[in-house]
Structure formats: structure tokens, C-alpha cells
């Protein structure tokens, strides 16, 4: 992804410009699906059936949550993002 963002995904960790960056399960996986698709839109819809395996009913609140937070890591300005963009209506 680019920005001084390194993920090792075997040892499931993540440094940003030098520094670890601590996330949870669902961060790391949800940061990690963005990154293997780095350039595509990843819909909401994906993004559910990833971190709860289960099937998307709609509610995007779970999902927003989860986005806020991975930025909130990650990010130098989380409220203008510039690794995790949002397409309006669509998804990340």
C-alpha cells in the first residue's frame, strides 16, 4: 500500500514509517485484504462476509466502525485518508 506501510503477513504484524502498529484480528485481516487488492473497490458487502463470515444484512455500522479504527492506526490524517479512501456508495 505504500505510504511507509509494511504488513508481514506470517508474523501477522504491521510497521508504519518504522513503528509496529498494534491492530486486532479483524483490523489485520481487513487491512491485509485491502492491500492484496490494492486499486480494486472492495465493496461493503466483501468486506462483511470477510470479518464476520457470515452474510451481509445491510448494516454498514460494523463495517464503519472497523475502517474508523484501521484509519485511526494508520493513517497521518485519518479524517483525509490517503491509503483507505472511501467510494461513495460502493465501499473502500
Same mark, same amino acid.
Given at each position: 500500500? =505504500?505510504? =511507509? #506501510?509494511?504488513?508481514?503477513?506470517?508474523?501477522?504484524?504491521?510497521?508504519?514509517? +518504522? %513503528?509496529? $502498529?498494534? &491492530?486486532? %484480528?479483524?483490523?489485520?485481516? #481487513? #487491512?491485509? /485484504? &485491502?492491500?492484496?487488492?490494492? +486499486?480494486? $473497490?472492495?465493496?461493503?458487502?466483501?468486506? /462483511?462476509?470477510? &470479518?464476520?463470515?457470515?452474510? /451481509?444484512?445491510?448494516?454498514?455500522? +460494523? *463495517?464503519?466502525?472497523?475502517?474508523?479504527? &484501521?484509519?485511526?492506526?494508520?493513517? %497521518?490524517?485519518?479524517?483525509?485518508?490517503?491509503? *483507505? %479512501?472511501? $467510494?461513495?456508495? $460502493?465501499? /473502500?
Amino acid at each position: 500500500m =505504500g505510504n =511507509g #506501510l509494511a504488513i508481514d503477513i506470517p508474523s501477522r504484524t504491521v510497521m508504519m514509517e +518504522g %513503528k509496529t $502498529v498494534d &491492530l486486532t %484480528k479483524q483490523e489485520f485481516n #481487513l #487491512l491485509c /485484504y &485491502l492491500a492484496q487488492n490494492e +486499486g480494486r $473497490v472492495i465493496s461493503r458487502n466483501q468486506i /462483511y462476509e470477510l &470479518l464476520w463470515e457470515d452474510e /451481509y444484512h445491510g448494516s454498514d455500522d +460494523g *463495517i464503519i466502525c472497523q475502517v474508523s479504527r &484501521l484509519r485511526k492506526k494508520i493513517e %497521518k490524517d485519518p479524517e483525509h485518508p490517503k491509503l *483507505i %479512501k472511501t $467510494v461513495r456508495g $460502493v465501499g /473502500y
